[in-house]
């Protein structure tokens, strides 16, 4: 009885394995990698309002205004965030009012608090290329 050798599967080597897997598996051009990189700043620029006053305001603006042509994609990321900020000073404005029966204290630091975690979150889920809605987030001037 002959022995049947090896067949051209098991012949590959690790390299060749992982260029297959490579060919497969589209690389993202240059373009898309900064249009990830670009949402997700825009999205952690948010947190420059800790920094900067108004500057969680303004920041995002200004990359939106400067990026949105060059990188389209940057533009739902950007309404994501911008849609935040204005249901935020909502929040912020009710949470100000209730600050006179004292629980509105509480309220700001839920909303600092939530706006840290999905600045995070939104800017990590961009890097991926997808874009992430804010929970809570109740006006949706920017479609």
Not at 39 to 52: D, P
Not at 60 to 69: E, G, R, T, V, Y
Not at 94 to 110: K, N, S
Request: net charge negative; hydrophobic share 50%.
């Amino acid at each position: 009885m002959s022995e049947i050798g090896p067949g051209p599967e098991e012949n590959r080597t690790s390299e060749q394995a992982s260029a297959a897997v490579e060919a497969v598996q589209p690389k993202p051009s240059e373009q898309d990698r900064e249009t990830r990189q670009w949402a997700m700043f825009i999205h952690f620029s948010i947190l420059a309002g800790w920094v900067v006053p108004i500057g969680g305001l303004i920041v995002p603006i200004l990359l939106w205004q400067i990026k949105k042509d060059e990188l389209p994609g940057i533009v739902p990321h950007a309404h994501v965030v911008l849609n935040w900020i204005v249901t935020s000073l909502v929040y912020a404005l009710i949470c100000f009012i209730l600050t006179f029966v004292l629980i509105g204290v509480l309220g700001f630091m839920a909303l600092a608090l939530a706006t840290l975690i999905f600045a995070i979150v939104g800017g990590l889920k961009a890097n991926e290329g997808t874009v992430w809605e804010y929970p809570g987030t109740i006006i949706k001037i920017f479609k």
